[in-house]
């Protein structure tokens, strides 16, 4: 099963930028499809973004549509998150996720495989 690990998180101010990576331990990365979310204290996690196992379908939230830029690389089995204009309200921590068959894509329930997550602060 592939193990998945977050990096890149850390302190940024308001309307800076941010490269989250994700590094998936598989061979058969291209078979999963996999996403972004991200979890803040006392709250449900919540879909940050998805990509499609070729990477020719993408999926934002709202909140971060714009913003955000999620892409994958098969050859190098990472999946990375380019955030731009970052605001306070995105301080949470992100967390990658991976599955097998691509369903309910913006549900965290249906997503198998998760990392660890990495903690992202934007200052005001």
């Known amino acids: 099963q592939v193990q998945l690990v977050e990096s890149g998180g850390g302190l940024v101010q308001a309307g800076g930028s941010l490269r989250l990576s994700c590094a998936a331990s598989a061979r058969t990365f291209s078979s999963y499809a996999m996403a972004w979310f991200r979890r803040t204290p006392g709250k449900e996690r919540e879909f940050v973004a998805a990509?499609?196992?070729?990477?020719?379908?993408?999926y934002y939230a709202d909140s971060v549509a714009g913003r955000f830029t999620i892409s994958r690389d098969n050859a190098k089995t990472t999946v990375d998150l380019r955030m731009n204009s970052l605001k306070p309200e995105d301080t949470a921590v992100y967390y990658c996720a991976a599955q097998l068959v691509e369903t309910q894509t913006t549900r965290p329930n249906a997503y198998s495989i998760w990392g660890q997550g990495t903690q992202v602060t934007v200052s005001s």
């Open positions: 990509v499609s196992r070729s990477g020719g379908t993408k």
